[in-house]
């Protein structure tokens, strides 16, 4: 029987890695002496030589970090590692403050910057049921309501003050309320009863004082293609309803900036085709648009930008959204490219609002109808730790309740 090696400065896996890898390598977790694997990729590494390969050897608990972008391009067969999320001890928990001091009210929003970020499928929604509309779910889309409040984050180190966000509260929303109305598919007579149109609006009235443009960026999941991994921007709100100059100026300044850090990344897997790698690249005339029609239900772009407000859709395929939550140098470019767009299109006043009809007339005459949400202008950086732990926390409890298999996006 081999012996095990001595633990050396306290590299214990995560439990979650520990149980898909302890069956292969049972004694070898900590093993000083990694080097690189007989098959000559620099994603696989071997724990010598009569082992099988396993990516990259752990640091310590609850060390998410993983090798550098540049290093991965020819890496052929990562597995698909589960993300670890911190996991700090009760007392820990207790002493921080509450991410926010309104639990009441089905929403968080915080208005620090120009720049807002909203997930309105972070929770399982019912949406339909009136207006002959059949009712349906809306299943949930992983990891939208984290990556909104890392985006609003990561901007603040090159805009000088956090994005803004709007997310759930998952201590307030029941999956499938029917008190909750979906976001992003509400009639007109329907928008006074939302309260994200709300937060909308005090987002419009918040930023007016500053004299600092503003900015949507609405993220969303979409289900991993068999033939491609590519992320949906859509702009399709503001190609009906904005001026045509300014929108052409933004979407190449998307396709531009975004394409740059599309191309760094390497080839991903897709959850529905395992056997193929695939780039990701920006698709830039997406069916997933974000506009349905003038007489049809307003999506969350589509209302930012009858109330003056560019916005852009964002359909994040599975695979991305798992890379831009493991990897803080993805995260960091891809806040880095939306900051760009931004001063290049929207702070020069390339974009500036022309609405073809009298909509947007309707969405800022409504606004005095709405019941003020309760803000948090400022977030601290604690208290976004804190958040993200109860945003980790919860999902952790959602796939144990549904024993891994829960229904998602």
């Keep these: 029987a081999r012996s095990t090696p001595e633990k050396q400065g306290g590299l214990v896996p995560t439990s979650a890695r520990r149980s898909r890898f302890e069956r292969l390598m049972p004694h070898r977790w900590d093993a000083p002496h990694l080097h690189r694997g007989r098959h000559g990729s620099l994603g696989r590494y071997s724990a010598g030589p009569d082992h099988k390969a396993f990516p990259f050897a752990p640091r ?6 993983r090798p550098q972008l540049a290093h991965l391009k020819h890496a052929r067969s990562l597995p698909d590692l589960p993300i670890p999320h911190p996991r ?3 007392s820990t928990l207790a002493a921080l403050p509450s991410a926010s001091s309104h639990l009441d009210q089905p929403i968080i929003i915080s208005t620090s910057g120009p720049i807002l970020f909203t997930a309105p499928h972070g929770v399982r929604l019912l949406r339909g049921g009136h207006n002959g509309e059949p009712q349906r779910v809306h299943l949930r889309e992983r990891w939208a309501s984290e990556l909104a409040v890392k985006l609003a984050r990561a901007v603040g180190q090159y805009l000088g003050t956090p994005g803004s966000f709007c997310i759930w509260n998952h201590a307030r929303v029941r999956p499938e309320d029917p008190e909750q109305l979906d976001p992003n598919f509400l009639g007109r007579a329907q928008l006074s009863s939302s309260p994200w149109h709300s937060a909308l609006h005090h987002f419009a ?6 004299g600092r443009p503003l900015f949507h960026i609405d993220i969303h999941g979409k289900r991993d293609r068999r033939d491609n991994l590519d992320v949906d921007v859509g702009l399709g709100a503001m190609e009906a309803l904005w001026d045509a100059t300014g929108v052409a100026h933004l979407k190449a300044a998307l396709a531009r900036n975004l394409g740059e850090v599309f191309r760094a990344l390497p080839e991903l897997k897709s959850r529905a085709n395992k056997r193929t790698r695939f780039h990701v690249n920006a698709e830039m005339d997406p069916y997933l648009c974000g506009y349905r029609g003038p007489e049809s239900f307003l999506t969350m ?8 407000i560019p916005a852009v859709q964002l359909e994040l395929p599975y695979a991305i959204r798992q890379e831009l ?3 803080e140098e993805l995260l960091d470019a891809f806040a880095r490219a939306i900051v760009a767009v931004y001063h290049e299109c929207i702070q020069s006043g390339t974009v500036r609002y022309m609405s073809r009809h009298s909509q947007g ?20 950086p604690t208290l976004h730790a804190k958040l993200l732990l109860d945003l980790a926390v919860h999902d952790r409890e959602l796939q144990a309740a549904h024993s891994n298999k829960e229904r998602l996006i």
């Design 301 to 308: 772009s589509q209302q930012a930008v009858e109330l003056g």
């Design 60 to 65: 310590a608990l609850g060390d998410s970090r």
């Design 205 to 210: 009235r918040a930023a007016v004082s500053p």
């Design 325 to 327: 939550m493991r990897s």
């Design 88 to 90: 700090p001890s009760r």
């Design 361 to 380: 007339e309707f969405l800022i005459g409504s606004g005095p109808q709405l019941s003020p949400p309760l803000v948090e202008p400022h977030l601290a």
